[in-house]
Structure formats: C-alpha cells, structure tokens
C-alpha cells in the first residue's frame, strides 16, 4: 500500500505530502494517524527544524475528510463518531497548531472541510493562486467537527466564518489572503520554493526562541491579554537562562550575525 504522508528532508526541513491523489487527498483514519506518527517523528528529531505541508497531484491540498470512511462511525452511533472521527481529527488540528517547531502549509489547490481546518491549525500558511478554500460540512449535515468552527472566527472574523460555515460557498485564494486566512499568494509552480524559503529563513533563529514565540502566541492568543501577558513573560523568563539569548545580544552589539547552538 503506498505510504498516505510522504517524508523528504531538505537540509533542516522537512517535507510531508498527503498522498492520495486519487481521493483528492481525503483524510481518512490511517491518513491522519500516519501524519500524527510523523510529527512525533520530527518532533524528536533535533535536526530538523521547520515542516512544509502540502498534498499530492495537481489538484488538491486536501478535499477533507474522507465521507466513506467516517460513515460507519457515524452509523454506529455518537459514541463511536466522537470516538473514531471528531476526536481523531481534533487531535490532529490540536498537534498542527501547538507544534513546537514552525509548520508551513503549502495549499497547491482545493483545501475544504479539514483540508481547510488543517490550514486553519497551522501558524503560517502559502497559498497556490489556484487554491480554493471551502467549508463543505453544511452540504453534509453537520457542523465542521475538526475545529474548523473555532479557529476560523477567531481568524478572518465571525461574520465572514459564518458565511462561510453556513453556505458552503469556496472562496479563492485571493480572497483567503484578504481574509488572513493564508500568509501569501504566489505562483502555483512557485509554491514548494516559496514555502521552502520561508522555513529556511525561520530555521535560522534559535529554535528555542522559535518555540517559544509559537507557545506564546498559541497559547496567549484565547486568553484575557493579562495571562497572556504571563505567558509571555513565563517564557522570556525561560529564554533568559539560555546561552541563546546571550549569544544573541552580544551578536547585535558587535554587528555580527549570531551563532545559536539551540541551548
């Protein structure tokens, strides 16, 4: 059977590609388990220092989960449904968004439903101009069951997430950069490059300050700006013990790029 999420490191970054272009990349379980065994993977992997996500084929990022799978669950009742596909793809969209290396989703064309939820997860996203982004679970009798009615509000708005939740209307990639749904917009054969070049440029940081700005920003994002701030500080008190930040102040003051070593 051929692997549902491709690995190929590039130097300190790591390439994932869902990969069932037959299926438009639909999630199905063992999809979303082998992604979630990747990033542990990648997680403990030292070496490398920043993911790029994207999918298979010319068509599709991903068309969202995979109906023919998750029927059953659903026909066996709420239990299994919550059991099997909610909390499978909750997992999911929870471990994209706090992973404590930066991911970089790649959309390189249709991203609806979790293919959307999974854009929405991820810290920062680079759009294909032929990406369409699309909240499908209306049409299918259900609210978006992955986080996608969450986090898309507190992304592009209330009023432009229900329109979207609500309706089932795609919109463009333009449209998603507009909204703040995605970072950029670039040329469809620009994408993988353009990805890659912004990875790079973060791997460059202390991953230690990397991880930290991600923590600080997921975390204090839903919270009062008071614990926000705690958690701010919580992690600046963290930084400070480190010769990272050493490194770093004394590479400003003697106009030199700085050396991190990620201690």
Known sequence: MPDTVLYEKRGAVALLTLNRPDKLNALNYELIDRLMARLDAIEADAAIRAVVLTGA????????????????????????????????????????????????????????????????????????????????????????????????????GRKRALRMILTGEPISAERALEFGLVNEVVRHEDLLDAAFALAEKIAGNSMLAVAACLGSVTRGINVPIDEGLAIEAGYFARMAATQDIQEGIAAFLEKREPRFTDS
Do not use: W, Y
């Open 57 to 156: 084929g010319e068509r599709a990022f991903s068309s969202g989960a995979d109906i023919a799978c998750f029927a059953p669950s659903v026909a066996a009742g709420p239990d299994a449904a919550l059991r099997d596909f909610v909390r499978r793809g909750q997992r999911m969209t929870a471990r994209i968004e706090t992973f404590p290396k930066p991911i970089i989703v790649a959309v390189n064309g249709l991203a609806h439903g979790g293919g959307s939820e999974i854009t929405e997860a991820a810290p920062l996203a680079i759009a294909s101009e032929r990406a369409e982004f699309c909240k499908a679970e209306i049409r299918l009798g259900f609210a978006p069951p992955f986080g996608g009615s969450q986090r898309l509000p507190r992304l592009i």
